[in-house]
């Protein structure tokens, strides 16, 4: 064996070929775990050390990934929907499995993804958390298309959307908390949040909470869906719309946790008992829903994988290999709140 290890030697130990060595040692989910691990074992015990100057110029890839966030209005400064907090660790733990540096920025939206990033050669790729209104946001997707950028996004998954989508299964998630909620006797269930194609993960779980209805043969009205945006002070705004409209309602379906807590503590301000008289639900599980008062129903959304999967799903196309939308199973969590 020569006097410096190279990846031809791991190769013969682990016996496999140069190209996987290469690819297992730089992340390519082509690589299955089991060999993946077996070559970086051998790579460590050989003191072996990839040359990411050489290896970069050989592959002309930055072995960097760009994160662009969305920036949402939040009470603090962080100006980042809490919801994607959780999934930022599990993608910068993804990216550092596999080799990858994270560039983590927000979204400059007068400004051009593709300069900025990958034609720049700062990142190999691109994953985008959030996106506001989505009929807006679109032509933008399009035109990352048409560029051949290697972008994947989290969000909704719609047909005839450009690129590849990683996205919890909304519809269920609707559908199983009214259908909870139906369970525990309500009858008049409002839904508050956005319920048009501007915001598509709202609308599929507005659609699982109309299909619960509708199974139960409990009539809907447009009386009770009341617009409102991923804000706590919009969930508390939609709980005065309701009250304004002279509608009654016994349960409320928020397409948000943050949605949901402002709900919350709008009634709880009007005396109203929550759940004796209003049971409330929220979607995300974000780390406040535990500790309102009393704790929130909530739909969970499994950002721990859907982290591993963007990731593992743009490495794909870096490597120029087929990628695929995802839909992730969501779990209803039952709480005090309804």
């Known amino acids: ?41 051998i790579a460590r015990q050989l003191n072996y050390r990839v040359d990411k100057n050489a290896s970069n110029l050989r592959s002309q890839h930055s072995n960097t990934l760009a994160l662009l966030l969305f920036e949402d209005p939040t009470a603090d400064n962080s100006q980042i929907n809490p919801f994607f907090l959780s999934m930022l ?17 927000f979204q400059q939206l007068s400004r051009d993804w593709t300069q900025d990033y990958q034609d720049s ?3 190999d790729g691109i994953i985008l958390l959030g996106y506001g209104d989505y009929e807006e946001t679109r032509p933008r997707l399009d035109r990352l298309v048409q560029q051949g950028t290697h972008f994947v996004r989290w969000g909704p998954v719609v047909s005839d959307e450009p690129g590849v989508s990683i996205g919890s299964d909304n519809a269920q ?26 915001y598509p993960e709202f ?18 009205t447009s009386s009770l869906q009341v617009d409102a945006i991923n804000l706590e002070e919009s969930g508390s705004q939609a709980v005065l719309e309701l009250r304004a409209r002279g509608v009654e309602f016994d349960a409320i379906v928020a397409a948000s946790d943050l949605i949901a807590i402002g709900a919350l503590r709008t009634l709880q301000q009007a005396g109203v008992d929550v759940p004796r008289h209003v049971s409330i639900a929220g979607f995300d599980d974000i780390p406040a829903a535990s500790l309102t008062t009393p704790p929130l129903t909530t739909v969970v959304q499994d950002t721990r994988r859907a982290g591993e999967l963007l990731v593992e799903t743009l490495l794909r196309q870096v490597a120029g290999e087929k990628s695929d939308n995802v839909v992730i199973p969501t779990k209803l969590v039952v709480r005090k709140s309804g």
């Open 1 to 41: 064996m020569h006097d410096k290890p190279t990846s031809f030697d791991i190769a013969f130990l682990a016996g496999v070929s140069q190209p996987t060595v290469s690819r297992a040692l730089r992340g390519s989910p082509v690589v299955s775990l089991e060999t993946r691990k077996r070559i970086e074992e």
């Open 173 to 198: 998630g609707g559908y199983d908390v009214a259908r909870h909620l139906i369970a525990q006797g309500r009858s008049r269930i409002a839904f508050l949040g956005h319920a048009t194609s501007h």
């Open 89 to 105: 660790g599990s993608i910068t733990r993804a990216s550092a499995s596999r080799g990858y540096d994270l560039l983590i920025s």
């Open 121 to 123: 050669r700062r990142a």
């Open 203 to 220: 609308f599929d779980r507005f659609r699982g909470y109309e299909r619960a209805l509708r199974e139960a043969r409990i009539t809907t």
